[in-house]
């Protein structure tokens, strides 16, 4: 064989990497788009697959400690919710209680206003006695010093004289037709009332006032009486009489 020859054996002898390279050009490429569009079409259940591997995988240790805690919370809400009832319970007997202690004394007080009425009573007819002045000096010394155990125990007088009327604190006994005291004031006091702190143990017997007397009223009034007078004078007519007439 010829140098020549020879030469173009080793020219077209193809190199061991090139027949690598080529075979590897020559073989189907995978589709990346397909490969990626099933592992996301198959992620759900990846995922459902994975969640009940893990709920297989948990032990009945810690599924007792999930149940454990649950009823701890439920047992802590309701122990809040006794708290505060407990509490509440709690205000309102503190509440009653000294309601209770701040009129205690009410009972005893309702008693001891009839003995005051009485002293008073008395006074007003001693005062008429002659010669009994030294008993109405007595008499008000009494008086005085038991409506001083009242007030030191919190009981005073309700101010009514001239006062605008309060159904609350006030009965109306009588109304009326006065120059001196508004409409719907209290013009007289019949009998004194008295109060225990903010509570009334006894409201004041009053008169009220209807304002000053009308001009109309007034006017009236003497025709009324007139009249009254000449009927009384004139004798009783007879049923003849009263025939006649008619």
Known sequence: MSKHAKHHEHETKPEPHENADAVAATEPKADCGTAAGQAAAESPDTAQAGADAAQAARSPADEALAEMA??????????????????????????????????ANLPLM???????????????????????????????????????????HHCVRIE??????????????????SNDTPAQHVAAVALQGFRLH?????????????????????????????????????????????????
Do not use: C, W
């Open 198 to 246: 903010d509570r009334v143990v006894r409201p004041s017997q009053v008169v009220v006032s209807s304002g000053p007397p009308s001009e109309a009223a007034t006017a009236t009034k003497p025709e009324a009486g007139a009249t009254a007078s000449q009927t009384a004078g004139q004798p009783p007519k007879s049923d003849s009489a009263a025939d006649g007439e008619s």
């Open 70 to 103: 649950a009823q701890l919370a439920v047992a802590r809400d309701r122990e809040l919710r006794l708290l505060a009832e407990l509490d509440n319970a709690r205000k309102r007997a503190e509440r009653e209680i000294a309601e209770e202690r701040r009129y």
């Open 160 to 177: 009514a004289d001239g006062a605008a009327f309060d159904p609350h604190q006030h009965e109306a006994i009588a109304q009326i037709a």
């Open 110 to 152: 309702r008693d001891l206003l009839p003995v005051l009425d009485n002293v008073f009573r008395a006074i007003e007819a001693a005062e008429k006695s002659p010669g009994a002045e030294s008993i109405v000096q007595g008499m008000r010394l009494v008086a005085e010093q038991l409506e001083s155990v009242l007030r030191k």
